[in-house]
């Protein structure tokens, strides 16, 4: 069972988005490894996603955050070769590495299609390495469609399943063959993040926000607290807005 409503923090525009996520999650992550604890996060791909980790790799010099005790997990993966620019996992480490030293034994992304012409396989694969982890925040975008990850509605890939991982075949957008972590695996998560920014996603915001089920986002939440970090354009068909600061 999930606990509260969502929250709804709205950013004047991405950029400011970017810059105050990214403060919010460095105190996050700070305040997780505050017990001495590795804090297990699993990261989202998409453009805001690489704007808010770039000013978080220049928010973690001089700051109490310690990279090394950071679990990274991925959310999904485009199924392509490893020097693909369309992965997520790629662009992201690259950029993270540019700020600050990772564990590579904490870092785990999802496999490539490297050698490999099987996504459901490596989907398995991905499964038994993450076991039984528990994310203590998990960050998501969301695409005008209101699909989550590599979940898209009205498709195989969103129907329920005991499976924490899972090959997606046919996706309504390119590419076709993707891995995802399933709804059920995402809403394990203590804390979802969702980072959404563009007019274009306004509808699918308002529809997932009023619990809309037929769309992916409207069923992700986390097992303590669910977040949505949204710009003006996004927010544009919102009611209302808790902003809890």
């Not at 791909?45 to 808010?52: D, Q, V």
């Not at 997520?88 to 999802?110: E, Q």
Request: aromatic content about 6%.
């Amino acid at each position: 069972m999930t606990s509260g409503q969502p929250q709804v923090v709205q950013h004047r525009d991405a950029d400011d988005l970017a810059d105050r996520g990214a403060l919010r999650l460095l105190e996050k992550l700070i305040d997780l490894q505050s017990d001495g604890r590795v804090a297990q996060l699993c990261l989202t791909g998409g453009r805001i996603a690489l704007s808010l980790y770039a000013r978080l790799g220049e928010l973690v010099a001089g700051s109490k955050l310690d990279p090394t005790r950071l679990e990274l997990w991925w959310g999904d993966e485009r199924f392509v070769p490893t020097d693909d620019p369309q992965r997520n996992a790629g662009p992201t480490l690259a950029l993270l590495a540019g700020h600050f030293t990772l564990d590579s034994g904490r870092t785990h992304p999802m496999p490539s299609a490297d050698g490999v012409v099987d996504a459901g396989a490596s989907a398995a694969t991905y499964a038994k390495e993450l076991g039984e982890t528990r994310f203590d925040l998990c960050l998501l975008g969301m695409g005008p469609d209101g699909h989550v990850a590599s979940i898209f509605p009205n498709h195989v890939s969103s129907e329920i399943t005991t499976a924490s991982v899972i090959g997606v075949s046919d996706a309504p957008k390119p590419p076709a063959e993707r891995i995802s972590l399933t709804i059920q695996a995402l809403s394990n998560s203590e804390e979802v993040w969702f980072l959404v920014s563009g007019s274009e996603k306004s509808s699918a915001l308002a529809r997932a926000l009023a619990g809309d089920t037929d769309l992916p986002a409207g069923r992700v939440a986390g097992q303590g607290r669910t977040l949505w970090l949204v710009d003006q354009d996004s927010a544009a068909e919102l009611p209302y807005f808790d902003c809890a600061l």
